[in-house]
């Protein structure tokens, strides 16, 4: 919930309507909750048009409640037209007619007098779209003297930021309350709790909140409190591609192969709507778009040993490309938005057959559906993952008795040893491709420390390429195709900006304690399926090298809050806690 002044025109209003009830009931001023004899309710509506087409439209709704405190509220309108309410977010959005109804959710129905909320739907119209001209809060009109729910908009909007190289510099980034009561809640958790992460947007409920979580517009209004005077960044991970995660299970998404046009219509439309709102124009939105999608296309396609039927399929309909180019479009043409895309991490790209076909890939994907390079403010290496972000006991030019460091087992013939040269390198060759010149990179840094006992203080012994590297590498992954809820891994480098040349930011964009996938098979209605990665037992596939997983026991399902895992990664972090 967000608090702003009412603008006086419509306080004044608000409170002589107020003011009228009171004396014609005797009402007492007591917190309204919708029931006879309860205290006066006074407010003003703002309603806004905020994207409209040619079959339907998205509409934001601001109340402001003028009255006495309300724990709970509902309110209504009728359309003049044949508009048809076809989603909500942040507000339970129901319709019987011409007649609609809007509730509050369990996070947001709370006003103190001068409070105010906002609540957003989708919805289809043919012919024209009137604007309502009634609004009743809890029974009572608002909007009840000159202006109405047409007032131009509310003078308390923040104004919207200037364009900036680096969204990160000189700003604060928002912490999700959400994530931060779950690690605060932890023994020793307290520690890390105030650092920003990531919001997932990872199905279409999300947008509006999930199991009475909060929503986009929720953690939005949370971040205009937090920003204060000063300048702050909210992390947005888009995630919901159709067929998402081909070559994998545990992550799958709830669009099939082929629901491009759901993807389109009913995810991206919707949140674009939301972030173009002059609410929100003070903020820095940076979007991550669409994690593990295109490198699929090329490492996960045949002809090569990796290949699943999956990626073939996405390879063939093309819709992780115009999926992106969309989302890119869409969301790149707000001012204060900048689009990070996904580029892998280096032991997934770094191979001489995978580096230079990602990057021509990123290009066609980022000036696919409308959408040009200049939609592209920069990428993101190693979400979610745990690559190290620099190995510091061995270079890629190293050699162990006239055998390069390449051919390790560990290093397999990879061009890079770490995240930090990988991102540097493949923003080098992005540019390279016509992006600008001002690219900046992100590298999660939340899961990739490597810290504790294990942590290698030396290099290894210099008997062999092998005992060189492995006795030497942080990353002690038993291989570096290993993804999910690793064992030893530990918390990265804290948040930062401009850590390094090329790199806007380091973030923790996966919040450290939510699950990559369960390590056993659980039912669930989330669309998420079970991935031998995960499994402790698995002995590996292709991708792997065909070796143990190196998965934790017992986790949850993705995305679900595992403890053990938590406090390994406070174990195990580096820099130390």
Known sequence: MSRTTTPPSRRRTALLAATALIAATGATATALTGTAGAAAPGCTVDYKVTNQWNTGFGANVTLTNTGDPVSSWTLEWTYAGNQRVTQGWNATVTQSGAAVTAKNVSYNGTLATGGSTSFGFNASYSGTNAVPTTFKLNGVTCNAGPGGPTDPPDPTDPPAGSRVDNPYAGAKVYVNPEWSAKAAAEPGGTRISNQPTGVWLDRTAAIAGVNGGMGLRAHLDEALRQKGTGELVVQLVIYNLPGRDCAALASNGELGPTEIDRYRTQYIDPIAAI????????????????IDSLPNLVTNTTPRPTATPNCDVMKANGNYVKGVGYALNKLGAISNVYNYVDAGHHGWLGWDDNFGASAELFKQAAT????????????????????????????????????????????????YTDELSYAQAMRAKLVSLGFDANLGMLIDTSRNGW??????????ARTNVDTYVDGGRYDRRIHLGNWCNQSGAGLGERPKAAPAAGIDAYVWMKPPGESDGSSREIPNNEGKGFDRMCDPTYTGNPRNNNNMSGALPNAPLSGHWFSAQFQELMKNAHPAL
């Open 368 to 415: 696919a559906e409308g959408s040009t390079l200049g939609k592209v403010h920069g990428f993101i290496v190693n979400t979610a993952n745990y690559s190290a972000l620099k190995e510091d006991h061995f270079t890629i030019d190293d050699a162990v008795n006239g055998v390069s460091v390449r051919q390790s087992k560990w290093v397999d013939w990879n061009r």
């Open 451 to 460: 810290g504790g006992t294990a942590r290698p203080t030396a290099p290894g």
């Open 275 to 290: 972030l173009a709102d002059a609410k929100y124009a003070g903020l820095r939105i940076v979007t991550t778009v669409e």
